[in-house]
């Protein structure tokens, strides 16, 4: 998933930086670390700090962390998850928005937006974290609440990323559950083979929405890619 996610990167945003970030201890299967390296991308696995509490969001926040403390990337920044595949260029309405001095915290979907934040900020809002008691609060709830805590009401990126079973096409999509027939649930729990080889039958007898059909699309293109360099 993330190989899939940089790729879509690498095609359609050329001039970004990229960098993968993951938590130590992970198991995964037939997922290999060697096409960082080969593909020339800083990597680098920190601290699980959200083992204990089963936090994907802390990671994600604590990654962002990391990243800008070790120098590995700056701000301005998108920080997105595995599962976001990056369709199309960058629109004007989305570079107005983050082109904007004003807008220093965004959000879209799972994608954030950081620019001009200082680390101090981001260690207080990980310390807010173990504060936020609210049980009816998703994990990604309890992290955005205690960024805004410290960073005030993110800026609402509307056009820049969206679910993939939208009708409506974006910059960035992502696959929160499925994708024509690929059941991401099913697949993490099972440890399956990447899905870039059997993306006909992903497709094969459902409707698929505009990034449904451009996600397969960029998973087909990357499996060549994907062999060579895993």
Known sequence: MSFASWYSVYKNLPDAKSALLCARDLKDGYASYNWPYRCDISFFQHENVGKHTGSQY????????????E????QPLLVADCDVMTLTTLSE????????????????GPVWYF???????FVSVLHKYAEVQDRKCTDMQKVLSALTEYMGEPETIIDLCNDCVSQEPNV???YSNKCGRFQKKEWTRNMMYPPFGYTEELSRG???TTNETNILKFWKKARTVYEAVR
Do not use: C, R, W
Request: hydrophobic content about 40%.
């Open 58 to 69: 802390l990671n994600k926040l604590y990654a962002t962390y990391v990243a800008l403390k």
């Open 93 to 108: 309405d989305v570079l107005d928005k983050i082109n904007d001095p004003d807008v220093t915290f965004g959000v879209s």
């Open 71 to 74: 120098g590995i990337l700056t």
């Open 206 to 208: 459902v409707e698929l």
């Open 172 to 174: 960035m999509s992502h």
């Open 115 to 121: 620019n001009g934040q200082s680390l101090e900020t």
